[in-house]
């Protein structure tokens, strides 16, 4: 069964955003991510490399609620099995600890952390929540932060938060912390094919420094490619790291060529992976595509058609 119908689903609000505020607490959703292409360029001398990617927000959320407290804690639920409840050791409590540093306010609050998103599989759902975890906090301490400020803050936590705390499709430059809007005006719609393992974002790079370096580098037109159909984007972009995650995963190589198979369409890798994509302009059209992939594909691979925001 497919989990969600993007036909007759009217909700196609994709951004971080308060869903159900009371009294005495804080619930927000925080999105996912795809990666619509991604460059990485040669290693930094500091270790890093630098990327260029366009980043969208999906609607596949996790969900974080906050309640003040004496102390700082974290209640896990949804598919959280190998993450820690230790603030130190999770990237949402480490966000409320450099929040309440920052601001010299006491770390005092209660976060129930529900995921949705994988972690491993390239989504960005741990950024998310950090993200979402610094926008919330702010308010239910009532922090006088700068947008400015909290995105710095953002980027000493992750390379991905930066976006999350932007919220919007933008271009991602840097280590992730130079962002660029990139609004487009087409519906979007993706078929995300999560398989039941992750990859090492860390084996990846490792493996994407063992590689020839790619040898393309004119500038990519963002711009004009944000305003395609779903089929001439698919032809227009690529991931870096796609190679490099199919040598560190052959696995996942097999899954990606099985799905081309059933559904002849273009199946894209997601940052460092594992999730796999399928783009298409037309949420009919991703049902159709997941329902095939779910008639086809083992159980444990989870399907799910979501919808991209084009703010």
Same mark, same amino acid.
């Given at each position: ?17 308060? $869903? ?42 996790? #969900? ?14 949804? *598919? !959280? ?14 966000? $409320? *600890? !450099? &929040? ?12 129930? *952390? ?17 993200? #979402?975890?610094?926008?919330? &906090? ?60 992750? #990859? ?6 490792? %493996? ?10 004119? !500038? ?24 490099? $995650? ?47 992939? %779910? ?17």
């Amino acid at each position: 069964m497919v989990h969600n119908n993007l036909a007759t689903d009217q909700h196609t609000e994709v951004v971080i955003t308060p $869903a159900t505020p009371t009294a005495d607490a804080l619930t927000f959703r925080a999105p996912a991510k795809l990666n619509l292409g991604l460059r990485i360029f040669p290693r930094r001398p500091d270790g890093f490399h630098d990327i260029e990617s366009w980043f969208v927000p999906i609607s596949l959320y996790d #969900t974080l609620t906050f309640h003040k407290a004496q102390a700082l804690t974290l209640q896990l639920s949804g *598919l !959280a099995a190998n993450l820690s409840n230790e603030p130190e050791k999770n990237l949402a409590g480490r966000a $409320a *600890l !450099a &929040l309440a540093e920052t601001a010299g306010v006491p770390a005092h609050a209660h976060i129930h *952390l529900h995921k949705l998103i994988p972690a491993g599989g390239g989504l960005g759902g741990g950024s998310s929540d950090a993200a #979402t975890t610094l926008l919330a &906090l702010k308010q239910l301490w009532n922090i006088p932060i700068s947008t400015a400020e909290l995105s710095k803050l953002a980027a000493a936590l992750g390379s991905d938060v930066p976006f999350f705390i932007h919220g919007q499709s933008a271009v991602c430059r840097g280590r992730g912390e130079i962002i660029e809007s990139l609004p487009f005006q087409r519906l979007l719609f993706a078929v995300l094919i999560i398989p039941p393992y992750g #990859t090492s974002t860390k084996d990846v790079y490792q %493996e994407f420094d063992n590689q020839p370096a790619p040898v393309d580098t004119k !500038a990519i037109p963002w711009q004009e490619i944000s305003q395609l159909s779903a089929a001439e984007i698919s032809a227009a972009i690529r991931n870096d790291l796609e190679a490099p $995650a199919f040598s560190v995963t052959p696995g996942l190589c097999d899954l990606r060529d099985k799905i081309t198979a059933l559904v002849n369409h273009p199946v894209h890798l997601s940052g460092s992976g594992s999730t796999l994509f399928i783009l298409t302009n037309q949420p009919a059209q991703a049902d159709a595509i997941a329902e095939t992939l %779910e008639n086809n594909l083992p159980e444990n691979i989870r399907i799910l058609p979501v919808c991209i925001s084009n703010t």
